[in-house]
Each structure stands twice: as structure tokens, then as C-alpha cells.
């Protein structure tokens, strides 16, 4: 027994010394991933400006070939007449020719330049997101192993159903990631970017009303609109954490609500038929229903091109049932399935498999390219009740 206790002692100075060593690594990850966002804003705005460059420059190459053409035609004919005409006249016509000439080589070169430094532009920015989305899914891993190995691990090694009940904890910290990392994106591509606009746009102002009042408060009203654009998102994303409506409404009253806020924001026309329910409905199940319908929902809105949704809810006996079907694009499940578990993280398809097969569901999803998508889900209504087989 005493030997026991050392080993365990032992096991806990190893642990916390490896968990250390991880945290080391993660943060070096997290800092190159950092480094490569602040890189990739300045990238844009690089592109931008030779695009814009480009744009003008291309202008100019069209307007100097047309000249050079039109000069080569009046020295063609000018030529026929030599004889007769006034050579000064020639020689000027032809020198302004070689230099419009000139002029249109050195502005080819300058637009094939800039084509190959946007080109590789475009190139670095595509690498750094696919290196961003390693570095987000090589911490995602980490956590959930930080996640394990900071709990209880030698109750979780002395357990006699170890593997069922490591495999649930896992579980359950991979979803706490996968929540974690959809709301750090969504922060980062809505109000951080506003805000961080709005910051620059502060000192743009200072200098405009130096200038120029009326300006300036021209300028604070756009700035006042980004603040604004920065708060709805906001408070949509603290909507989508805990919906007021699912506290205060109930399951169905939330989801049409939902319903009503996408129909009214892309032109899909959802149609809903959901069953009304008196009983009692775990709040986790509640919970876990809203989110997938929202999941199923955003995935149409961003990727199906759908223009009509049906979706049906109903009770029946201890379980939920909803079926979702759009006459969308489709797409190739079990091609995408694989391709999200390469990526290493669980967000749309693989997130709503995870969920429904976390709380003891069913989840059946049809779809072929040209055909739509239909969703066929089934829940327990409490958590209690015997999961499927």
C-alpha cells in the first residue's frame, strides 16, 4: 500500500511536469498563430493596395496600346507620302510614336509585376488560414488532452469502467472546445474587426475635423454606424450562448423564433410545422435540440443555396422527433465527414453527429449533389431515458 501511494505520487509529479512541458508548447503554437493573424491583416491590406494599382494600371496599358496602334497606322501612311511630305513633320510623328512605345512596354512590364506580387500574395494568404486552421486544431487537441490530465487521472486509471468513462470526459471537453473555438472565431471575424476598425477610424477623425467640421462629424456619424454594426453582433453572439427565449419560452417558442430571425435575414422561406408539448423537457435536451436545429439551419444558410426549408418537430412517447429537408445543392456526407475528421475539428457536420450521439440520439442524414439534404434526428426527451441501441 505504501508503494502504492509513492507510485501514485510519483505518477502526479510526471503528469504535472508533462503538463507543463504541453502548456510550453501550446503557447509557442498560440503565439505563431497570433503572429500569422496580425501578418495576414497586413497582407490585405498589401493586396488591396495593388490591386487597386493594378486596376489603374491595367486602365493605362489599354489606353497606351491603343495609342501605340494608332501611331503605327499614322506612320504606315505618313510613309506612303514621304516623298511629298515634310520630313521634320515625319520625324516628329515617329519619335512621338517610339515614345508612346516606350511608354506602353514600360507600363506591360509594370502590370505583369504587380500580377506576380498579387499572385503571391493571394498564394501567402491561402497558406497562412490553412496553417492558422492547423495551429487552432493542433491547440484544440492539446486542450482536450490538458483537459483530461488536469482532472482526476489516477481515479480515472483505478476505475474499473476506465475506457466508457475516459472516453466521456473526452467527449465532453472536445464540445466545450468546439464551443469555445466557434465563439472565439466568430468574435474575431465580427465585432473584433469593427472595433479594430473603429479604433483607426478614432484617429482618421481627429484630423478630418481639424480640417474640416463638418467633415469630421460626417466621418464620426460612419464611425458611430461600425460601433453600432459591432454591438448587434455582440449581442447576437450572446444570443446564440443562451437564447432568452429557450429560458424563457420553452423549446419550440425558441426555435421559431430562430426560424423567424433567418427567413426575415437570407431569402430562404422556411416552412415549420412543429407539435405542440405540455410535459417537461431536460434542459440539456433543450438545449442540445436548439443547437443542432441552429447548426442544421446555418449550414443550409452558408453552403446549400437552398431557397425552400421544411421542418417538422414532434413528440412522441420519451423521445423528440425533427426532420429538416431543403432542396439545396447537396453534398457528398460521408466525403465531408472524412475530410472534418482530417481538419481535426468537429464544426457543422461532425459537431451535430457528436451531439445527438453524446445525449443517447439517432441521427440519420441523406444527401447526394443535385438532390437537397434531409436531417432525420431523434432525442430523448430526459436524459434518463434508456439510450439506443
Same mark, same amino acid.
Given at each position: 500500500?505504501?508503494?502504492?501511494?509513492y507510485s501514485d505520487i510519483n505518477i502526479k509529479e510526471i503528469v504535472n511536469d508533462v503538463i507543463e512541458e504541453i502548456n510550453f508548447g501550446k503557447s509557442k503554437i498560440f503565439n505563431i498563430a497570433d503572429k500569422m493573424r496580425d501578418e495576414i491583416e497586413l497582407k490585405k491590406e498589401e493586396l488591396k493596395t495593388i490591386k487597386t494599382k493594378l486596376s489603374i494600371v491595367i486602365d493605362e496599358v489599354d489606353y497606351l496600346e491603343k495609342l501605340d496602334k494608332s501611331m503605327r497606322l499614322k506612320l504606315v501612311e505618313e510613309s506612303k507620302k514621304m516623298i511629298n511630305s515634310n520630313q521634320d513633320y515625319f520625324k516628329n510623328i515617329y519619335e512621338e510614336a517610339l515614345d508612346i512605345r516606350v511608354k506602353y512596354i514600360t507600363k506591360?512590364?509594370?502590370?505583369?509585376?504587380?500580377?506576380?506580387?498579387?499572385?503571391?500574395?493571394?498564394?501567402?494568404?491561402?497558406?497562412?488560414?490553412?496553417?492558422?486552421e492547423e495551429a487552432e486544431s493542433a491547440v484544440?487537441?492539446?486542450?482536450?488532452?490538458?483537459?483530461?490530465?488536469?482532472?482526476?487521472?489516477?481515479?480515472?486509471l483505478k476505475s474499473?469502467?476506465?475506457?466508457?468513462?475516459?472516453?466521456n470526459e473526452i467527449n465532453i471537453l472536445e464540445n466545450q472546445e468546439i464551443e469555445r473555438r466557434r465563439i472565439a472565431r466568430e468574435i474575431h471575424d465580427g465585432p473584433a474587426q469593427y472595433i479594430a476598425?473603429?479604433?483607426?477610424?478614432?484617429?482618421?477623425?481627429?484630423?478630418?475635423?481639424? $480640417? &474640416?467640421?463638418?467633415?469630421?462629424?460626417?466621418?464620426? @456619424?460612419d464611425?458611430?454606424? #461600425? !460601433? =453600432?454594426?459591432? +454591438?448587434?453582433?455582440?449581442?447576437?453572439?450572446?444570443?446564440?450562448?443562451?437564447?432568452?427565449?429557450?429560458?424563457?419560452?420553452?423549446?419550440?417558442?425558441?426555435?421559431?423564433?430562430?426560424?423567424?430571425?433567418?427567413?426575415?435575414?437570407?431569402?430562404?422561406?422556411?416552412?415549420?410545422?412543429?407539435?405542440?408539448?405540455?410535459?417537461?423537457?431536460?434542459?440539456?435536451?433543450?438545449?442540445?435540440?436548439?443547437?443542432?436545429?441552429?447548426?442544421i439551419?446555418?449550414?443550409?444558410?452558408?453552403?446549400?443555396?437552398?431557397?425552400?426549408?421544411?421542418?417538422?418537430?414532434?413528440?412522441? $412517447? &420519451?423521445?423528440?422527433y425533427?426532420?429538416?429537408?431543403? @432542396?439545396?445543392?447537396?453534398? #457528398? !456526407? =460521408?466525403?465531408? +465527414?472524412?475530410?472534418?475528421?482530417?481538419?481535426?475539428?468537429c464544426y457543422g457536420l461532425l459537431g451535430i453527429y457528436e451531439r445527438v450521439k453524446s445525449l443517447g440520439g439517432r441521427i440519420d442524414i441523406r444527401s447526394s449533389l443535385g438532390e437537397g439534404t434531409t436531417y432525420k434526428i431523434k432525442l430523448p426527451i430526459d436524459r434518463k431515458v434508456k439510450k439506443d441501441e
Open positions: 500500500m505504501v508503494y502504492t501511494k506591360q512590364s509594370e502590370e505583369k509585376e504587380l500580377i506576380l506580387k498579387r499572385d503571391e500574395l493571394e498564394r501567402a494568404l491561402r497558406g497562412y488560414k490553412v496553417s492558422i484544440n487537441q492539446i486542450n482536450i488532452a490538458l483537459g483530461y490530465l488536469e482532472g482526476n487521472i489516477l481515479d480515472g474499473n469502467n476506465e475506457n466508457s468513462r475516459m472516453l476598425n473603429a479604433i483607426m477610424r478614432i484617429d482618421f477623425c481627429k484630423m478630418v475635423i481639424k $480640417k &474640416d467640421l463638418e467633415e469630421g462629424i460626417k466621418e464620426l @456619424d464611425l458611430k454606424t #461600425n !460601433v =453600432k454594426m459591432a +454591438l448587434k453582433e455582440v449581442r447576437g453572439i450572446i444570443y446564440d450562448l443562451r437564447p432568452l427565449s429557450l429560458e424563457e419560452r420553452g423549446l419550440n417558442e425558441a426555435i421559431k423564433e430562430m426560424i423567424n430571425i433567418i427567413s426575415t435575414e437570407n431569402s430562404i422561406k422556411i416552412n415549420v410545422d412543429i407539435e405542440s408539448y405540455d410535459g417537461e423537457i431536460d434542459k440539456i435536451i433543450q438545449i442540445a435540440a436548439y443547437r443542432i436545429v441552429q447548426e439551419l446555418n449550414n443550409m444558410k452558408k453552403h446549400s443555396k437552398a431557397n425552400i426549408v421544411d421542418l417538422r418537430f414532434n413528440y412522441i $412517447k &420519451d423521445y423528440i425533427f426532420f429538416v429537408q431543403d @432542396d439545396g445543392i447537396g453534398f #457528398n !456526407v =460521408k466525403e465531408t +465527414l472524412i475530410n472534418t475528421k482530417k481538419k481535426g475539428n
